[in-house]
C-alpha cells in the first residue's frame, strides 16, 4: 500500500520528472485541457452544496497534485480552490486523503448482468464510476432499446457502450465461416452506423471467438470505415495473444490504417513462457504504429489488468497443468481445509497474490521433484485445481509502462448483496485491478502516481471520447473517487478472489455519494448513460 510518507516522497518525484517535461509529454496529445485546475479563492456567500475539504487532487492529467477542496453542486464540479470555512454547504474532510476523478474501466462485461446487477456495487466499491461494454465483439441488439432499459434502472454507474462486430455477423450471417455478399457487407456496415448513431462509442471485435474467427481482415475494416464516418472507434481482442502474437497485432494496426480509425487493443498480454520474449518487439511495434497514427489525428491504445493469470488459467485440474507448463508457472489452488501436505510459505511482506505458492516453491521446501510434490497433492485431493501464470511479471511492468496503456478489469460488476462468493469462478480481477495497480506499481518503477491515475481516468476518457469526464476539473461531472493512499491495497486474491480493496474512502457518481467512509449505499443509483455525440 502507499503510505502517507511514500505518498509525499511520491509526489515529490511525480512533481520533479513532470517538471523535467517526463511524465507530462504521455498525456499531452490526448488530454486538450490545461494541466492543473485553477486554484483561488471563492466567496463565502457562493456555495450551498458538497465541499471536500483540503485533500491532494490527482486531477487525471498527469500533472502534479496539489491540495486544494473541490466544491460540487449538482452533477458538476463547479469550483476548485480555496473555500472560506464560512461558505454555506456540507463539508466533507479529505485532509490527507487522495481526490482522484472516478475510475474508468474501459474494458467492462457488466452489460452481461447489468439487468441482475443494476446498482453495479461491486464496482462502486473499488472506485469505479463508469463501465465501458459491448467489448470482444459482443453486444445487445438493437443498442437503442438496450440504453432505453438500462436507463430505466437507472444504473449505479455511468454506462457505455461498443457494437459488437461478432453480434451484427450472426445477425446477418449466422455464427457459421464464409465471407459475406454484397449485399450482406453492406447490411452489416448500416446495422453498425445505426448503432452509431443510437451513440454508441465504436465498434468491437472478438477474434478469438465465434463468429469472430471467420471474419476477414477486408470485412472488419470495411465495418470499422463505418463506424470510422461517424466517430467511433475500433477495440479488438486479437486473433492470437501467443504465438501468433505480432501477425495479429499488424492485422489491427491495418484496420486501422485503412478506416481511418482510432485503435485500442483489448487486454493486452503475451501468453505462453515460449512466447514471452516477443513482448520487447510487440511495444516496439505499438511504438511505432502509435507514433504513424497519431501523426494521422488518431490514436493507438491498449487496455490491460494487472494479474499474470487469464481468466482460462485461474482454475484448471492440478494433473492437466503439471502435464503442460512449468513447475514455477503452477500455483496448486489452497483448499478451505488446510491439510499437513500443503502449507502456506509465506515471505513477509509478500504480495498476497504470491503467497499461495508455486509448485516449484512447495517442491523446494519439502525437499521433492515437482513432479513429486504434484504426486503428494493429487493423492491427497485427487480433484486439486491450480492456477497458471501464463503472462510474465517483467512483461506485464512493461506493457503497464507503456504510454499508451490504460487500465481496465475485463469483469463485470455485481451488487454485493446478491453475490454469492465463489471461489473457483472468479477472477481477482473484477475487485482488485485499479487498487493493485495504486498498491504495487505505483513508486516500483512501472508508473508514477499521476500516470497511474491518469490511465484509470483521464486518458481513457479522452480516448473513448467521453465529454466532461475522466478529470477532476471545474465543469466536469463529479464523478470523483477519494481514496486514504495509506490504506490502499488489493486483498482478492486466486483462492479468494471475491474480496473488496483496502482504502476507498468515498465514492461520487454525478453528484451523489455513493460511497460514503467505505460503505456503499445501494440506494443511491446515479449512473447515466454515456451516448457518443454525434460527428460534426
Known sequence: MIGRPQM???????????????????????????????????????????????????????????????????????FIGDVPRESPGVRIACSGLLVTPGFINSHSHTYEVIFTHPGAGSALLQGITTEIGGVDGRSPWPLCEHFQRVAALPPGVNYGMLVGAGTIRSHVMGWGPGDPSEAQLEKMQAMVKVAMTDGTLGLSTGLEYLPGIYTSTAELASLAQAASELGGVYVTHLRSEAVDI??????????????????GISHLKVVGEANWHLQDEVLALLDEAREAARSEGRELWCDVYPYLSPDYGINVPLAEAVGQHGAHMIVPKLLPWQPPHYPRISKEGAD??????TLAQLAEHHHLSPAGMA?????????????????????????????????????SARDPSADPVSDNARHPRAYGSFARVLAHHVGEGSLTLPEAVAKMTGLPAALLGLERRGLVQEGFFADITVLDPEAITDTATYTHPVSYPGGIVHVMVNGQIAVRDGKLDPRIRAGQILLRRPSE
Open 8 to 78: 509525499r516522497y511520491l509526489l515529490i518525484a511525480s512533481t520533479v520528472m513532470l517538471c523535467a517535461g517526463g511524465a507530462a509529454a504521455l498525456w499531452s496529445n490526448v488530454l486538450s485541457t490545461s494541466p492543473g485546475a485553477r486554484v483561488g479563492e471563492a466567496d463565502p456567500q457562493t456555495f450551498d452544496e458538497l465541499i471536500l475539504v483540503g485533500g491532494t487532487i490527482v486531477d487525471g492529467t498527469g500533472s502534479v497534485p496539489f491540495v486544494a477542496d473541490v466544491v460540487v453542486r449538482g452533477e458538476k464540479i463547479v
Open 246 to 263: 505480432l501477425s495479429a497485432l499488424r492485422e489491427a494496426i491495418q484496420i486501422g490504417e485503412q478506416a481511418g480509425i482510432p485503435v
Open 352 to 357: 498476497p497474490l504470491h503467497q499461495e505458492n
Open 375 to 411: 504426486r503428494v497433492l493429487l493423492q491427497g485431493e485427487p480433484d486439486a485445481r491450480a492456477q497458471v501464470n501464463l503472462v510474465d511479471r517483467q512483461n506485464l511492468d512493461k506493457v503497464i509502462g507503456w504510454p499508451g496503456t490504460v487500465i481496465a478489469n475485463d469483469a
